[in-house]
């Protein structure tokens, strides 16, 4: 029977995948599926996933000291005269060694260390996810709004082509100024460029969603149409302040490193105190190594088992000047502790304000939608009645898309803002 050779199946496969086009797709999702692969796919959440897992090995390499270690191997050789060493050992035929720390100050202190910048990493992945969220649920925010102007804008097109047809009718006809149809086909063009403009902003911002959300090259992303509530906030400010303070990743990490620190600087103190190593040996001779001359008792088999006790006398000023940098650092850590937690207290008071303001542009925009709409409905009528022409019709509907377009910004702006206090209060895994 013919047996497969996995690794070449493996690499032929690749090959024939990398070889294929890519076929760029649009994915349709909504904004809690969007959060839920951006808390798992977005690249930079996955590189801060690897970190974590580096740091989290890191411990074990710490730990290697503290377990037996065992080498087995020949030190075989021919001797002439007296029995030399090698490589510290004489020679022999065969030789087993083992070692393993017993006492050593600061390597615990190097485990310990290692163990708090392991759970630091897992705080800084953590945050690292939250504000890869927080990004793609801002771009998802921008697609949506940009759909929604390029409808808008779109509308209006439509309204001032038929301006337009209205105008030049008049002109021809006699009634109006060669000049109105310039004039109305400036607009035209100027809404056809703005409309250009923003399905270019679309496009580039439906790839960079796809993008954020490790979506192949070339791949865009599209916001699904579906009813989104308001994300609902803390209801006062200072209650937003503490739940910031208590669940900021941030500082939480900056708390991490500022413990690792001071493991560091136990460490580099302990740096004065003994060292105790269990070491172990089993040696096989051969009497071609001319022992038996120049001792007098020969055995084939040999071993030893005892301690190793280092006591440091004299460590040098490195050992302090080590512990006198890991003391600076820690108290630059203490700085940004201080400096971060200010920095979010005066974050969540922005965030207030700016919800307060999109509020209130979102209450003027919609009263001003209602008029631009009552003032289009007036006309409509007008028109039925002959008193109005197209042409004013058609002006009062690209007014009236125009308070659209400020309506869906205000309501786009006050999403934004609950959004930037929902990352900062670590709620933002509401949304999924």
Known sequence: MRKFRWPAVVAAVSATLSSVPLIAETHIMTLAQAIDRAAMQNPDVVMARTDEMKAAQSVRVAREPFTPRVTGGSGLAYSY?????????????????????????????????????????????????????FRVAGLFIDVDRA?????????????????LSAVTSRVEAGRDLPVTKAEAN??????????????SDRDYAEHSLAAALGYEPGDAVQPAREARPSPAVPKTEEQAVQTALTASRELRRLESNYQAKSLEIKGDRAQR????????????????????QYFRRFQYNNAQIGASIEIPVLVGPGVNAQALQAEADQLHVRAE??????????????????????????????????????????????????????????????????????????????EKARLNILRHTGQLASLR
């Open 81 to 133: 005269g007296f029995p030399l060493s090698i490589e510290g050992s004489a020679p022999s035929i065969f030789q087993v060694k083992a070692n393993e720390s017993l006492f050593n100050r600061p390597q615990s202190f190097a485990i310990a260390q290692a163990r708090e910048s392991a759970r630091g990493a897992g705080f800084a992945s953590e945050e690292r996810r939250d504000e890869a969220v």
């Open 147 to 163: 759909g929604k102007l390029v409808e808008g804008v779109g509308k209006q097109v439509g309204s001032l082509e038929k301006v």
């Open 186 to 199: 400036v607009n035209l063009l100027r809404a056809r460029q703005r409309l250009m403009s923003l399905q």
């Open 273 to 292: 105190l003994p060292r105790v190593e269990m070491i172990a040996q089993y040696a096989l001779f051969a009497k071609y190594s001319n022992y038996d």
């Open 337 to 414: 502790l201080q400096a971060a937690r200010g920095r979010i207290a005066l974050d969540v008071h922005q965030g207030y304000q700016e919800i307060e303001k999109a509020e209130m542009a979102n209450q003027v925009t919609k009263a001003e939608l209602d008029l631009a709409h009552e003032q289009l409905s007036v006309l409509l009528a007008q028109m039925n009645e002959g008193r109005a022409s197209l042409r004013q019709v058609e002006e009062a509907r690209y007014a009236e898309d125009e308070k659209w377009i400020a309506f869906y910004d205000a309501q786009f702006s006050a």
